[in-house]
Each structure stands twice: as C-alpha cells, then as structure tokens.
C-alpha cells in the first residue's frame, strides 16, 4: 500500500528511513571518534574560506558505501562530489559533514544530513549531530522525531519577539549583502542566531529551539533534509513568495510568523546580493 502524500510504498519509506539512519549513524561515529587532532583543510570551495576537511571527503564515502551496499540502483548527489543519476527513481542527497568550520574548530554545532527523494520531492530525511546527542528524523506524511519523540514548532511569536537564525556565505559580497539584511532585520525581532549549521538550524525550527530560520545561498544537500524536518513539524517552508526553498532563499517558521517574515525578507532582497 503507497503513502497518500507521497505515492510510494510504507516498506519503501521505512527501508529508506531505515538506510538513512545506518549511514548517519555511522558517518557520525567516524567524525566524533576519527577527528585528528591535527585536523587540516584538504582544499576549499567558493572562497579560501569555505573548506572541506579530509574528514568530509571520508565521511561521504563512508555514506555513499553504506547505502549503495543496500541500494546500489539508487543515484546520489553529494557535497564532496558523489554525483550518480541511478536507475530506481530515488536519489540520495548527502551532505557528510554541515557546519565543517565548527567541526575544524572544534566547535559542536555540526552535522551529517542525508536525504532521499524521488521526481524532486523529499521523502525522508535524517540529520545527525552526535556532539547534540541528537539525530532528528522525518517521513513525508508521517510527522517528525527527534532521538525518537516528535519534534513540534513553536506556536508563532510577536514578530518583535521572535528568535531568528541565519547564516552568511563565504564570499565577500554576499556576506556584505546579507550583513545589510541583518542589520535592518536585527532591531525588528527578538534577537538573530548565527550557528554555522544549516542543518541543524532547520531542525531546531522544527524542534522549537529557534522561531525561524532563513538563509540564502544553501545548496540542495545543505537544506534538503533538515527542512523536510522542519515542514514535518509543522513550520511552513518556503523561499521568495509562491517558491519552494531553494539555494536562492530558505525561510522556515510557523504559520502566522512564516508570513510577514518572508514579506519583509522579499523587500529587502534577501534573495539576491
């Protein structure tokens, strides 16, 4: 029998969910108990900046090998370069390691999220973030858990007591950019959370930890399975009006704070530097 809200099969979801779980449960492990004390960069990305450590690059071969091992049709699209298209419709969306400059630092806040979706559409997600103790799930139609109870939003603040994540990119001018986004946004709410995670910053939308999260520049792997996470427990998602979240813009919240919030992110070009 197929899930309504997706067309595909319960046996399907849980032996996806199931794959998930394994693979970020093991690539967790390795980045707690295998980080070298003498942790380098291994090269960078957009900028000199933006860096990826020999820890990323082993923990999506780790991931990659863990769910090709029970699903070798399936594709693959990942941040350290495992690209496949695959033969089954389902495709894995993995980033081994959100928050790698915390994770160079030795700062907690970072996390390994593994999605799969199919024609475009989440349909399980799992982020795992071992120095929390915590890995959040989520199934499309079935609701969201974290380390096994349901994960809900907050009820919707006061615009001007809501609490709000974000994040900044690792070029010069989109920084700039997003700086001046903050700076009028800063004196209209609560207060602005920075924690270099994406991934965790949507699931703690979705957990209640934050009012609201927007971002812009994510990549599909960056977003992909911790806002499925945070719809599932209850936040809308979305990016400029009438789009879906996308590396243009990302904003999660409640309803009723979800709105003005991405109104004024609109007007104030939050999608564009």
Not at 146 to 156: D, E, L, T
Request: net charge negative; with cysteine.
């Amino acid at each position: 029998m197929s899930t309504p809200a997706t067309g595909v099969s319960a046996a399907l979801l849980d032996e996806l969910l199931q794959t998930a779980l394994d693979a970020a449960r093991q690539a967790g492990d390795l980045l707690r108990d295998g980080r070298p004390a003498d942790l380098g960069v291994a090269a960078t990305k957009s900028s000199s900046i933006d860096v990826v450590t020999e820890m990323d690059i082993a923990a999506e071969k780790l991931i990659t090998s863990v769910i090709g091992r029970v699903r070798p049709e399936d594709g693959f699209l990942g941040e350290e370069g495992a690209s496949s298209a695959g033969t089954s419709g389902i495709r894995w969306v993995v980033d081994p390691l959100d928050g790698t400059v915390n994770y160079l630092y030795g700062l907690p806040s970072w996390a390994v999220s593994i999605a799969a979706e199919k024609d475009g559409s989440t349909l399980v997600g799992v982020v795992a973030a071992p120095l929390r103790g915590e890995t959040y799930q989520a199934v499309a139609g079935r609701g969201a858990l974290v380390n096994g109870r349901p994960a809900h939003c907050r009820p919707a603040p006061e615009f001007d007591h809501a609490l709000v994540g974000t994040g900044f990119g690792y070029i010069a001018e989109r920084r700039a950019a997003q700086a001046e986004v903050v700076r009028t946004l800063v004196p209209r709410v609560r207060d602005i959370r920075r924690g270099g995670s994406a991934a965790i910053d949507l699931c703690d939308v979705g957990c209640g930890r934050l009012d609201a999260y927007y971002e812009r520049g994510l990549n599909p792997w960056d977003l992909a399975a911790g806002e499925l996470f945070a719809r599932e427990a209850g936040a809308l998602t979305g990016g400029r009006p009438g789009e879906r979240a996308s590396g243009e813009l990302t904003i999660a919240a409640p309803p009723g704070l979800f709105e003005p919030l991405q109104e004024l992110l609109d007007g104030l070009g939050a999608w564009h530097d």
